[in-house]
């Protein structure tokens, strides 16, 4: 039986070397090398923490599949999306490989975007990174985020971006999708620049590096920030979800 963990933030980290059910990463998957690496980052951090390298099952385009990874897991395990909307792969898809599993009970968290506090924080870490490298500071931002068409699918890139416009205090930032939302980057880049900002960044509310980011890339905005796998925070929230799936019991 599949258990929804509630979204919750606070509470305990896990204790490295503790006999615990394995923890589950489910990741949307890219053919781009260095997807599987800036995950590959973020696996090695919980493994130093939690005493285990996570288990990785992709959704799409990637092996091991998320069905093999829970295959590879036994009788329990945590599994923590890592994905940063509630789109198809987060409502659909997901839940529908880990309901298919067989003989396994397993606890599905919630996803990264109810942790838009602690993404916001990310995001203003890349953000200055890049204004670092581009040589002073934007005068807009552009949150970039993936884009979906299902109900619900892109609040967390704009609660994201309402944290990061707190963060820049006065700083304009408007929320942009790569594919199936509106505006697209293009046109809110063309926006600001028509209301007369030069120094536009964008915010790049992705995990990993793909064929998003490499249209991200060719924008010609003054800066754009790496994304967001393998930062620390993110690390942070993924120890948080796993720590209160492993207080919800598990169930036959």
Known sequence: M????????????????RPTPPLVLAVHGSAAPEAARTVGRLRAGLAGLIGAEPLLGHL?????SLARALAAAGERAVVVPLLLGDGYHRSVDLPAVVAAATGLRAVVTPGLSGAAGSLGLALYGRLR??????????????????????PGGNQGALAATARLRELL????????????AGPTVPAA??????QGHRRIAVATHLLAPGRFTDALADTAAWAVSAPLADHP???????RRYALGRLEPARP
Do not use: K, N
């Open 2 to 17: 599949t258990i929804f963990a509630p979204a919750l933030e606070p509470g305990p980290l896990p204790t490295a070397g």
């Open 233 to 239: 925070l993110v690390a942070r929230i993924v120890l």
């Open 60 to 64: 799409d385009v990637q092996s091991p």
């Open 129 to 150: 990174e890049a204004e670092e490298r581009a040589g002073g500071r934007a005068d807009a931002v552009v949150l970039a985020a993936a884009g979906s068409s299902r």
């Open 169 to 180: 205090g006065g700083v304009p930032v408007v929320t942009a999708y790569c594919s199936a």
């Open 189 to 194: 880049l063309a926006t600001l620049r028509a």
